[in-house]
C-alpha cells in the first residue's frame, strides 16, 4: 500500500486545504463551512472537515496545509512564534 502522506490530494482536497489556509486568522468561516465551499455535501461537510485536518485520517492534506501554511508566514513576512505569542 502507497504511503498515504505520499498520495496526491483530490480536487475537493486540495480546494478546502487552500480555503483553509486563506482563512488563516480571519476565522471568517468555520471549517465545516469551508467544507462545504469546498464541494462536500452539507449533511457530511463537518465530518470530512475533521478527517481532513486529522493527521490520522489525511496525513497528505495535513502536510499540504503545513506547506501552504509556511508559504503564507513567508510572503507575508510573519513569525508565527513571535506574532502570535
Known amino acids: 500500500m ?14 478546502f486545504a487552500d480555503l483553509y489556509v486563506e482563512n488563516l486568522g480571519t476565522n471568517k ?4 463551512e469551508l467544507a462545504i465551499n469546498a464541494g462536500y455535501a452539507v449533511d457530511s461537510a463537518r ?6 485536518l486529522n493527521p490520522r485520517h489525511c496525513p497528505h492534506v495535513v502536510k499540504y496545509i503545513a506547506e501552504r501554511k509556511a508559504e503564507f ?5 510573519i513569525d508565527p512564534d513571535k506574532h502570535w505569542s
Open 2 to 15: 502507497k504511503n498515504l502522506i505520499d498520495k496526491p490530494l483530490e480536487e475537493m482536497q486540495r480546494k
Open 29 to 32: 468561516a468555520t471549517n465545516t
Open 47 to 52: 465530518t470530512r472537515a475533521y478527517e481532513l
Open 73 to 77: 508566514y513567508k510572503r507575508n513576512n
